[in-house]
């Protein structure tokens, strides 16, 4: 039996380049024991659309031995992930994932409001955003414009 | 050599009981090949200390036989998350991810916005919020008090 852990091959996002604000979706899901061959290509494919997409920052994806996974994207905003979600492709793959791959899936989106890295091989440990941890912070200074 | 894969039985948190506007914190690492045992000691005890957090709302955790892992937490406010960062005993385990146990990560905090759930088991496929991905919605018109 194919093993279903993967992370893809996409590294994680550094925030070189992003806007001050963006916004994320987060989805959790269970896979079903469905065929696994179906179900990379459509993952795989989906991956490949998604870097199309105007608007589209960058991507996290791990799933683990017991078919839980928990894939990140980033977009610029929120009318980009909409366009996303409406994409005919993307929709078919959404039924498909109803029908066949997933026992239960959370989706949020949620937006970036700070973030922080850490490199060892740079001996980068980046202080916090001043906003980071501050939830006193002017909510509406960032670029969240789209 | 044990294995590294690991997703928290934590289950997959639902919408109920939330705030309609709440926080995560995304959390993407690489592990080094340091100690396993003391990782997942460190690691075990911290989700049990973000557990009795106030303010805690849920998590989910993956990782894949490569390494690279996904934690997201929840939480109701970011004055719940400065408090979570500063705890002593969490101070010292990030000093701890930082010298021994991750080459690299990536902390993000999140305002969540927008949440849909899929479950097979109760043939439900919730309809997307009015805002869920709606960019002109009124940001303000949810319980983000803290």
């Known amino acids: 039996m194919k093993t279903d852990d993967q992370t893809d091959d996409i590294q994680a996002p550094s925030k070189a380049g992003w806007p001050a604000r963006y916004f994320s979706v987060i989805f959790t899901a269970q ?30 994806s791990v799933r683990g031995e017991d078919g839980i996974g928990i894939t990140v994207s980033y977009w610029r905003d929120r009318a980009a992930i909409r366009a996303w979600r409406i994409d005919v492709e993307h929709l078919a793959a959404q039924q498909m994932g109803r029908q066949e791959f997933y026992s239960w899936y959370h989706i949020r989106v949620a937006e970036v409001v700070a973030h922080r890295t850490f490199d060892a091989s740079a001996a980068v440990d980046s202080q916090p955003d001043a906003s980071m941890y501050d939830a006193s912070g002017d909510r509406d200074s960032g670029d969240t414009s789209s």
């Open 31 to 60: 896979r079903t024991l469905s065929d696994e061959d179906m179900y990379s290509l459509t993952s795989e494919r989906m991956v490949e659309l998604a870097q199309q997409q105007p608007g589209f920052l960058g991507l996290e």
